[in-house]
């Protein structure tokens, strides 16, 4: 990838540099560059392995970044002020000749958007992985019976990610009716650049709702015990589904998935219903990448039959009202 710098680990023939830092902590070094841009692909490729890597030493790291992008670190702060106790050094400016004993270069990462925790350091998971993001952004509720007591009384919350732009909701008011009658309070939400303020409302919500994209990411905030329903639009993308359905069930959270029927696609205005789009989405997704992305998911929006979407809503209330009425029987739930 052209704008991630390529390190080369070598010995030198003659006598290295002096010193001018020498650090008693190991030092990790990686790129926050890449598709980093993309909300998901941080979590992924950077965000999520960092966690794996570095979360072991308990902030006795130095991370080293190069290819460092200030917005970019200053969007994610709060991640790495938890994972490390000192400073990011920027490897590409800094004049300085830091000394370590121990050195990583890159990260760890096992799939994406996920962790084997037979793999991992500690045996961590996404349990774990969830929890550190909650503690890291401060984040009070850590299961959907946090809420039990008084205010358990409160309607179930639901987040409904209204993308602007592609896959969106063209009847979003229909959608957010038909879940306040089954007993839903709603929540309408874009997501903001700034990831703190969008981290507590998808907190203090007990289910994340979208078409596939990368704002179901948020689903890291989602209290354990929580339901992610994802909406998987026209074109045979149950393979891409994939990033959220697995990754979401790892972190203890009830995973609904709904698949649209072509009458729910805004493609059907756009193509006759006999359109290779409709009968051979195998055969535009044979031509490559470029192309599904073109047909199905720059181009299409969805429209949700609420009747035919209806159960899939019902699945989660129950299973949300199913835990708080755990946790109540219990003697309530835990943070």
Avoid at 243 to 254: A, C, E, K
Wanted: proline share 6%; with cysteine.
């Amino acid at each position: 990838m052209r704008v991630v710098r390529v390190l080369t680990v070598r010995s030198v023939p003659g006598e290295a540099p002096a010193c001018t830092d020498r650090h008693g902590v190991p030092a990790l070094v990686f790129s926050d560059r890449g598709y980093t841009g993309n909300y998901f692909h941080a979590f992924t490729d950077v965000i999520l392995p960092l966690f794996l890597t570095a979360r072991q030493y308990a902030g006795e790291v130095r991370l080293l970044v190069t290819d460092l992008q200030a917005w970019w670190v200053g969007k994610f702060a709060p991640v790495f002020r938890s994972i490390s106790n000192y400073e990011l050094v920027d490897l590409d400016r800094d004049p300085r000749v830091h000394c370590f004993r121990h050195v990583q270069v890159g990260l760890t990462s096992h799939d994406d958007f996920s962790i084997d925790p037979r793999r991992a350091p500690n045996g961590y998971s996404m349990l774990d992985f969830t929890g550190f993001m909650r503690a890291a952004y401060g984040l009070p509720r850590g299961d959907v019976a946090a809420a039990a007591g008084p205010s358990s009384k409160r309607r179930p919350r639901l987040l409904l990610i209204a993308r602007a732009r592609t896959r969106r909701f063209v009847n979003a008011e229909e959608i957010v009716r038909g879940a306040e009658k089954l007993g839903f309070e709603v929540v309408v939400s874009e997501g903001t650049h700034e990831v703190a303020p969008f981290a507590e409302l998808a907190n203090s919500c007990d289910a994340i709702m979208g078409v596939h994209g990368a704002g179901l990411t948020n689903m890291v905030f989602v209290p354990t015990g929580g339901v992610v329903i994802q909406v998987v639009p026209l074109g045979g993308l149950e393979f891409v589904a994939g990033y959220f359905r697995g990754p979401s069930r790892d972190m203890g959270l009830r995973y609904l998935e709904y698949r649209i029927t072509p009458e729910e696609s805004t493609l059907i205005n756009q193509y006759p219903r006999d359109h290779p789009i409709f009968t051979d989405p195998n055969g535009i997704k044979s031509k490559g990448w470029e192309s599904l992305k073109d047909a199905y998911l720059d181009k299409q929006d969805v429209s949700l039959d609420m009747k035919r979407f209806r159960p899939t809503l019902k699945k989660a209330i129950a299973h949300i009202r199913k835990a708080r009425a755990k946790a109540n029987a219990g003697g309530g739930g835990n943070n």
